[in-house]
């Protein structure tokens, strides 16, 4: 049973299932964060002790999560200068083994979701993506999860990896769309405030249809004229006219061959 655990990390995903596995009864020993400034701030939220160094980091935990990005996990590993314990790390796109050299019990606790230090989430709802090398750690890992979120998954690397890949798209490139849509409208000095019932209905539609039946827009229905002056709108900044002209084509190829 896990009841004592290491956050490597304090960043947005960090912070939130820190604070989540504290309010459900998890005692967080320690902090580890390459920076005083943010080690520092969640501990205090915790009430724990907090360390950037590696080599002060607790022994005794029943699990260490590594919640760092993608590029950072490597190094701390190679910094470790004693076996780890009970491992797992967050992320969407790094394979299981990548503890194999270090600990004998290692997995992946992915919470599948967008997080912000300042936006307090709701796990329950939240679906948390368990791997693990050992039967035990498993076990313990899906109890885990249970205490914080009713969507708890087995899946495997090769899973996650698309998973995260599909994410990107339906996440990160979606608000991207929103960043541009509000700089065209700052443009012509419109309020962003007049696209989120739209952006709210576009999001609750998809999650009662199909994301393909959901679809809108001149670009299904190829509307020449509409699209041609939509790119012609755009001819001040290229990056955007070229973004239109690819996703309305890969939206009507889609539906056209559906």
């Excluded at 459900?24 to 964060?33: A, E, F, R, T």
């Excluded at 160094?53 to 470790?80: G, H, M, R, T």
């Excluded at 693990?132 to 708890?152: C, H, M, P, Q, W």
Aim: with cysteine; charged share 20%; aromatic share 8%.
């Amino acid at each position: 049973m896990i009841q004592k655990v290491v956050m490597i990390g304090a960043g947005n995903l960090a912070t939130q299932l820190s604070l989540a596995l504290h309010e459900n009864g998890i005692d967080i020993l320690q902090v580890y964060s390459k920076t005083v400034e943010s080690a520092k701030a969640l501990a205090g939220k915790l009430d724990c002790s907090f360390t950037i160094s590696v080599k002060k980091i607790e022994k005794n935990a029943d699990l260490y999560i590594f919640a760092v990005s993608d590029k950072a996990l490597q190094p701390i590993l190679d910094k470790w200068s004693v076996p780890i314990g009970n491992s797992v790390h967050t992320a969407g796109s790094i394979p299981v083994d990548i503890f194999e050299n270090y600990t004998e019990n290692y997995g992946v606790f992915y919470p599948l979701q967008t997080f912000s230090k300042e936006r307090k989430v709701d796990f329950s709802n939240i679906p948390i993506c368990i791997e693990s090398n050992s039967l035990e750690l498993r076990t313990d890992l899906i109890e885990l999860a249970a205490k914080i979120s009713n969507s708890v998954h087995l899946i495997n690397s090769e899973q996650r990896k698309q998973l995260h890949l599909a994410a990107v798209f339906t996440c990160n490139f979606t608000n991207h769309m929103y960043c541009i849509g509000q700089k065209l409208l700052q443009e012509k000095d419109v309020d962003f405030e007049l696209l989120k019932p739209l952006i709210a209905e576009t999001a609750q539609k998809v999650l009662q249809l199909d994301p393909m039946s959901a679809q809108t827009g001149p670009a299904v229905r190829f509307d020449e004229e509409i699209m041609s002056s939509h790119e012609k709108a755009l001819k001040n900044t290229p990056v955007f006219q070229k973004l239109y002209r690819f996703v309305s084509e890969s939206i009507y190829k889609m539906h056209k061959s559906k």
